[in-house]
């Protein structure tokens, strides 16, 4: 009982709850902050790193910082990348949403590859990579090289995999 008083008698008194004020700002935010999230493939799947984002176009940044693969500590650590060497140049582009919110917003992907040429883990790379760099939760347009009309329509899931957007139950 000695024991459980002891902390009773410390001489400071319960003051209550007192007001924080304002919540924290800055940091990495969808349409600017000091880092990107770039997927790379370990054996158990794809795995975001962080890169240092310059100021600009943030998408761009981090299709171009996938495509130059990860970094020696980062394949020290057993990161890899599933995509091949592209002779054509990656495009990528943004579209909808606003400063205030991700609705509506889009990423078109316009790959140097056939998608059945690559494996899931290379498209997850890209989708995932894409879908981070935009913020929220983006439906990432896949098209193919000579592709006409429709995309393919996908995004990035919780676990890091790209799925189509019917599937994963999206829309």
């Not at 158990?44 to 600009?56: F, M």
């Not at 990161?79 to 889009?106: C, D, F, I, N, V």
């Not at 140097?112 to 997850?124: C, F, G, N």
Request: net charge neutral; glycine share 14%.
């Amino acid at each position: 009982m000695l024991v459980a008083m002891a902390p009773a008698a410390c001489g400071i008194a319960d003051t209550g709850a007192s007001p924080a004020g304002e919540p924290v700002r800055g940091g990495l935010t969808a349409d600017g902050g000091t880092l990107l999230k770039v997927y790379f493939v370990t054996p158990e799947g794809t795995w975001p790193v962080s890169r240092p984002a310059q100021a600009g176009d943030r998408l761009r940044q981090a299709m171009d910082a996938l495509l130059a693969g990860p970094t020696a500590d980062e394949r020290a650590r057993g990161l890899a990348t599933e995509l091949p060497a592209a002779r054509e140049p990656l495009q990528a582009a943004m579209s909808g949403g606003t400063s205030e919110g991700t609705s509506g917003k889009r990423v078109r992907l316009r790959l140097p590859w056939l998608v059945r040429d690559l494996r899931h883990m290379a498209v997850s790379q890209l989708v995932c990579t894409a879908a981070a760099a935009a913020g929220g939760d983006p439906i990432v347009e896949v098209y193919e090289p000579g592709m006409k009309g429709n995309s393919w329509p996908v995004r990035c899931d919780a676990t890091g995999a790209a799925v189509p957007v019917e599937q994963g139950g999206f829309g």
